[in-house]
T-cell receptor, first 114, second 113 residues
Framework: DVKVTQSSRYLVKRTGEKVFLECVQD?????MFWYRQDPGLGLRLIYF???????EKGDIPEGYSVSREKKERFSLILESASTNQTSMYLC?????????????FGNGTRLTVT | AQSVTQPDIHITVSEGASLELRCNYS??????LFWYVQSPGQGLQLLLK??????LVQGIKGFEAEFKRSQSSFNLRKPSVHWSDAAEYFC???????????FGTGTLLAVQP
């Protein structure tokens, strides 16, 4: 079974802090994703990586950056956390970009910015 | 731009009753369509997917979905709901050359005993 592990289940940070959310997958997947999930808004794509050191902006990249130095790890960075970034963050991975390659999700990191 | 609409925010059904969750998409070509389920405190799990062929697709946990191009719909169905089906359900469409998944806003399903 594919395992996608997000390093923290809950995080509480202060406004202005630099925040790192880590995600690791154990199945040599090419593609990795960061989504944020908010009530009534569903999942919105922040960033997508289709290979090591390759990334593409999603629909809401403002205030975020990402890093993918190794294939198994995809980090989401909040350069200067703000209260409107309080949310649930979901990481996902898939083998490749073909249609029959499903996403595998981690259990999420609930971030609170005070 | 491609998009997914789930018109029902919240649905309550009785255990043993049938279920249909609606999903409408906006996409120019033949879409890649997915249904995912999220149980409380968990990540999302794939229920089923459609990308070609038979328009009625079977998934896990007794779910099925039907692709109707004329209605731009991909509704999820289950003939008899179990209490363990209470969860949030998301429809998604693959977008662009890299097939990024775009999700709907979700439908929260409650099951009454």
């Amino acid at each position: 079974d594919v395992k996608v592990t997000q390093s923290s289940r809950y995080l509480v940070k202060r406004t202005g802090e630099k925040v790192f959310l880590e995600c690791v997958q154990d199945m040599d997947h090419e593609n990795m994703f960061w989504y944020r999930q908010d009530p009534g808004l569903g999942l919105r794509l922040i960033y997508f990586s289709y290979d090591v050191k390759m990334k593409e902006k999603g629909d809401i990249p403002e205030g975020y950056s990402v890093s993918r130095e190794k294939k198994e790890r995809f980090s989401l960075i909040l350069e200067s956390a703000s209260t409107n970034q309080t949310s649930m963050y979901l990481c996902a991975s898939r083998y490749d970009g073909t249609a029959n390659s499903p996403l595998h999700f981690g259990n999420g990191t609930r971030l609170t910015v005070t | 731009a491609q998009s997914v609409t789930q018109p029902d925010i919240h649905i309550t059904v009785s255990e043993g009753a049938s279920l249909e969750l609606r999903c409408n998409y906006s996409y120019g070509a033949t879409p890649y369509l997915f249904w995912y389920v999220q149980s409380p405190g968990q990540g999302l799990q794939l229920l089923l997917k459609y990308f070609s062929g038979d328009t009625l697709v079977q998934g896990i946990k007794g779910f099925e979905a039907e692709f109707k191009r004329s209605q731009s719909s991909f509704n999820l169905r289950k003939p008899s709901v179990h209490w363990s089906d209470a969860a949030e359900y998301f429809c998604a469409v693959g977008r662009g050359a890299t097939n990024k998944l775009i999700f709907g806003t979700g439908t929260l399903l409650a099951v009454q005993p």
